[in-house]
Each structure stands twice: as structure tokens, then as C-alpha cells.
């Protein structure tokens, strides 16, 4: 069955490949541009970029809701796991977890990462294999000249990227960064949630990659 994303809005997605599915930065309670509460999410899998609010809010609700494993940084799902969520998979930049569907990895990310005051580990990327492809969710960060690595070492067909400046790289950065990824698709994400990131779209123009806009609550199909 082929790959599906669908957008929660803001930075959340839920990949399917009709077996397993996969929540990566689900933030829905607050989130006002959400279609979605916490408590309508499914997924066995749960993946965190950083344990910022907007990423990472309502990870342990979700986990516990639907007893799935949550993959991140050692310190982030040592948290979680201190909170009751039992199924936990630590890792760090570079690093690769065996999942039933493929694996998830975690990459650099140009941002920080703290919860309720505390250090929660160093933010991330994350790549997804699931389905015979890798998709690349950037989480938040600015752009850095080693994506290009993260292109050579994954070959991500399709790449999430933060465009909503301020808190991470804007769209003409984004843009730049898309170019050294050079995924066939980049849906960009992080903006439009409230004022301070409000971008208009249209200026998120990489050279070669098809941008595909989605809004909250769509899915999109996977055509490698
Ligand atoms: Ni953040
Ligand atoms: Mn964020």
C-alpha cells in the first residue's frame, strides 16, 4: 500500500503505509489552526523532534492512549517514561531505531530542546523509513550545510521543512535548504499557527523540489 501523510497542523503529521502508523510531533491540545484532539489520534508509533510545547505536548497523552512506543532523545522519552509511558525507544543524532515497518532515525537540528524547565536532550530531525521509503522531518531548526549529507545518506523522497522564521528558518532559507536535500516533494511546516509565524507561502520556492502545500486535517498520497 502506498505511503500517506496526513497534516495535524502546525509541525504534525500522521504517516501510514496501511499497517503501522506513525505520529511525529502531534500537538493538537492548543494548537488553534488543529482539525483533531489528542484523544482522536491512532497511531502505534510516536516520534518527537524536541520537547518544545508545540512538538511535544501532548506526546504522553498519546502514547498512553494508544500504548505506542515513542522514539526521541534519551532524555526526552527518559521523561516521558517517568510520566507513565512505558514503551520508550532513546536514541541520539545518527542513530538508528528498528521499527516493525523500517526504522527511525534521528538527525542535527539547529534549535534547543526544554520542557517544564528541564534540559530534555538535543533537538532533532527525523527520518521515517517505512513502506521502502524516507521521509525527512526537519523539525525545528535553521538551515545547515550538512543536510546535504542527510540527502546523500537517506535519499528522502519527501522532506518536512519549518518556514515560518523566528523560531526556525524562514522561507527563502527553507528554500535554500531544500536544495540541498533535494527530495522530489518538500511540504512545508511551522508557520501560520499564530501571528509571530505567519509566512505567505508562495515564498517557499526551491529550485527543483515540488512543493506541496497542505492544510490541517488533509492527507497526501506518496507517489515515488
Ligand atoms: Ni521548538
Ligand atoms: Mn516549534
Redesign the pocket.
Known sequence: MPVKIKFLGH?GILITDGKHNVAVDPFLTGNPVAKQEAKDIKCDTIAISHA?S??FSDAIEIAKNNNATLVGAYELVQYANSKGVEKIEPANHGGRVKTPFGYIALTQAFHSSSFDGQYMGMPAGIIINIGGINIYHAG?TDIFSDMALIAQNYKPIVSLLPIGDR??MGPELASRAADLIESKYVIPI?YNTWPPIKQDVSKFKPGASKVVVMQPGEEWTVKP
Do not use: P, Q
Request: charged share 25%; net charge negative; hydrophobic share 10%.
Open positions: 509541525s518544545h508545540d512538538h525545528d523560531f526556525t511551522h
